[in-house]
C-alpha cells in the first residue's frame, strides 16, 4: 500500500490563499519544482479537493499544445495527465480528466480502497479542506510544507478545518532560493 504524501504551499502565517482566494504569491520555479519531482518519485498519482482538481483539471491536459513551456512545466504535464488521479467532492457530477477516479461519499472507506489498489504514493495537491478531513482518519502519511516568505494575515488557513491534534515527527528540512523553507512531517500513527 503506497502513501498519501500532501504537499502544500503556505505563507509564514499558515495560509495557502489570500482572502481572494489567489495564490500569485507563491514561489514556483525549477528548484521548487525539482523538489516536487523528488516527491514525485514513487508516485502513481494524485488526490485532489473539487476546487484544486478544477484548476489542473483546465490547465494540464492544455501544456502539450502550450508553446515555449518550461521544461519542468513539460515534465510534470507529461507526468500528471498519464497519472491517477483522484477527486474527492460531494458536488462534482463527473470529470473529464483521463485516468481520474470520482469519490462523492463514504470517503474514509473509499480513499482507504485507493490506497490499497494504487500502487504507488498519491500526491495530495493543494486541497487543504481535503487534507483536514483525511488527516484525523489517519489516511496522510506526510506532510510537505513549503513556507514562502510573506505574511497575508488572512485568507485560507491550511489546518482551519483541522479539529484533533495530530502528532508529527519532521524528516527533513530545506532551505530554497527566494527564502523558502520546505518542511517534510510524518504523521505519527
Same mark, same amino acid.
Given at each position: ?5 500532501s504537499i502544500i504551499h503556505t505563507s509564514l502565517d ?58 519542468? @512545466?513539460?515534465?510534470?504535464? /507529461?507526468? *500528471? ?7 474527492? =467532492?460531494? &458536488? $462534482?457530477?463527473? #470529470? ?14 473509499? @480513499?482507504?480502497?485507493?490506497? /490499497?489498489? *494504487? ?7 493543494? =486541497?487543504? &479542506? $481535503?487534507?483536514? #478531513? ?33 502528532? $508529527?515527527?519532521? #524528516? ?18
Open positions: 500500500m503506497g502513501k498519501i504524501i499558515g495560509y495557502t490563499a489570500d482572502v481572494d482566494g489567489k495564490i500569485d504569491w507563491i514561489v514556483m520555479n525549477e528548484e521548487i519544482s525539482n523538489y516536487v519531482t523528488e516527491l514525485r518519485q514513487g508516485a502513481a498519482g494524485t488526490i485532489y479537493g473539487r476546487k484544486t482538481y478544477q484548476i489542473m483539471e483546465s490547465y494540464w491536459p492544455n501544456v502539450p499544445n502550450m508553446p515555449n513551456q518550461p521544461q519542468w @512545466v513539460q515534465d510534470y504535464a /507529461e507526468w *500528471v495527465n498519464k497519472a491517477v488521479k483522484v477527486v474527492v =467532492s460531494k &458536488t $462534482l457530477s463527473g #470529470t473529464t480528466w483521463n485516468n481520474t477516479r470520482l469519490i462523492t461519499d463514504n470517503i474514509g472507506e473509499e @480513499v482507504r480502497k485507493v490506497k /490499497e489498489e *494504487v500502487k504507488g504514493n498519491l500526491l495530495l495537491l493543494a =486541497s487543504a &479542506t $481535503l487534507a483536514a #478531513t483525511l488527516l484525523p482518519m489517519g489516511l496522510i502519511d506526510e506532510l510537505c510544507i513549503t513556507i514562502n516568505p510573506i505574511i497575508l494575515g488572512s485568507g485560507k488557513a491550511y489546518f482551519q478545518e483541522a479539529r484533533d491534534r495530530v502528532p $508529527l515527527k519532521l #524528516t527533513e528540512t530545506r532551505n530554497f532560493n527566494r527564502g523558502v523553507v520546505g518542511l517534510r512531517y510524518e504523521v505519527i500513527k
